[in-house]
């Protein structure tokens, strides 16, 4: 397959966000996460202690990170508090991150990371343990959300409608011009946080822009932060957590019409890392 120069041209009718039938749940391990009791004690603490924090954090770091991005690189600016609100919270909680293969990734080159989503708490962990300014695909209800929507909106990341592909022409090109110019881009292929610590199956929409940007696809798996946090809840319940890398995965030569192909094969290297074939292949690369 010839490889093709990406385009920047970017049309509503390119953009699918819908999944197509025929996805991999075969690959889906059918063995749930195991249960782990707390009592109340760990309600209260969290309750208590790690949730006012994290409010606090986000109130303090969101309303001093808004005028201090007025006084330089606002985009840099951001990204600097959001690590920092990040590491915060990352330590308030005690929940130490084990991470595996990033160690083998050349991060001085662009690519675009696919991560499964299980928890709020996930985007904490990217900030911290990613060493780079990234850009992140994020939903469009998020924009309600006071001081956080702010952020994102201020901060570059990229939203989209998955209602309304069509307004989110802009948002996709800003993140095409992005990739191209060297920018990361941190996606969540499944379109949402998952219910029951299962992958869902993922949206071959969210590979458009790999695709059209010709970058490799970078899988990781965030095995732990359903426990740690589930939807529907604010207990927080600290555990060990591990960010696990796989193999770049190349997009050169392929279109549109490899979408669903490409979506599958990503699914797949997602699916072995946070199930657990992979990361016996290498020790742990970094710990805090």
């Not at 600016?77 to 609100?85: D, E, N, P, Q």
């Not at 901060?155 to 996709?172: K, T, W």
């Not at 949206?203 to 732990?224: H, N, R, S, Y």
């Amino acid at each position: 397959m010839q490889s093709k120069t990406p385009s920047t041209e970017v049309e509503s009718s390119e953009v699918p966000i819908a999944p197509a039938p025929g996805l991999i749940e075969r690959l889906i391990a059918s063995r749930p996460p195991r249960p782990r009791k707390y009592g109340i004690l760990s309600r209260l603490r969290s309750y208590f202690i790690y949730d006012p924090l994290i409010w606090l954090y986000t109130v303090g770091f969101g309303l001093v990170s808004i005028p201090a991005s007025l006084l330089g690189d606002r985009e840099s600016i951001l990204h600097s508090f959001a690590r920092g609100w990040s590491w915060m919270i990352m330590k308030t909680i005690f929940s130490p991150v084990q991470v595996t293969g990033l160690d083998k990734i050349d991060t001085t080159r662009t690519h675009v990371y696919a991560v499964n989503h299980a928890s709020a708490l996930d985007i904490p962990v990217l900030y911290v343990y990613l060493p780079f300014q990234f850009r992140i695909a994020f939903k469009k209800e998020l924009l309600s959300y006071p001081i956080v929507g702010w952020h994102l909106k201020r901060s570059g990341q990229i939203c989209i409608d998955q209602q309304n592909p069509a307004a989110s022409i802009g948002s996709i090109r800003s993140a095409l011009k992005g990739l191209k110019a060297g920018m990361p881009l941190v996606i969540y292929p499944e379109g949402g946080r998952t219910s029951d610590g299962q992958i869902k199956p993922f949206l071959p929409g969210a590979f458009f822009l790999a695709i059209k940007a010709q970058v490799d696809i970078i899988p990781v798996a965030l095995v732990g932060t359903f426990e740690l946090l589930p939807m529907n809840t604010y207990h927080i319940k600290s555990r060990t957590l591990e960010m696990r890398v796989g193999k770049p995965i190349s997009t050169t030569g392929l279109t549109g019409h490899d979408m669903q192909a490409l979506s599958d094969k990503v699914q797949k290297a997602v699916c072995d890392l946070y199930y657990g074939s992979e990361q016996k292949a290498a020790g742990p690369s970094h710990a805090s």
